[in-house]
């Protein structure tokens, strides 16, 4: 059984910075992407980040120079360093895991954690 367990988050100014990180426990193999989505109220799901198990990674516009993801392998482990925060990041942010298992992508979220931009 795979999870995903967010911890970080919160309530930042306009400005400041904070970080957030996921942790997958569970069995899934190294041919995987992990990431950040987020959904601010009334909009739909969209991705933030993603970091695949070789270390490439994929940014959003709108958080490029911003935002920087990592990952340690060997803890399963992702971390979004968000600086330069505008009110407009104001979402839940999910982890995601995608897995790529006998050539079917299989997809997991974790249960989301605030990011609040606010002066």
């Known amino acids: 059984q795979v999870q995903l367990v967010e911890s970080g988050g919160g309530l930042v100014q306009p400005g400041g910075s904070l970080s957030v990180s996921c942790a997958a426990s569970?069995?899934?193999?190294?041919?995987?992407?992990m990431g950040w989505y987020r959904q601010a109220p009334g909009k739909q799901r969209e991705l933030v980040a993603d970091?695949?198990?070789?270390?490439?990674?994929n940014y959003a516009d709108s958080v490029k120079g911003r935002f920087t993801i990592s990952r340690d392998n060997a803890k399963n482990t992702i971390y979004l360093q968000m600086n330069s925060l505008k009110p407009e990041d104001t979402a839940v942010y999910y982890c995601?895991?995608?897995?790529?298992?006998?050539?079917?992508?299989?997809?997991?979220w974790g249960q989301g954690t605030q990011v609040t931009v606010s002066s």
């Open positions: 970091i695949n198990n070789g270390g490439i990674t």
């Open positions: 569970g069995s899934f193999g190294s041919a995987n992407v």
């Open positions: 995601n895991l995608r897995v790529l298992r006998n050539w079917n992508w299989y997809v997991y």
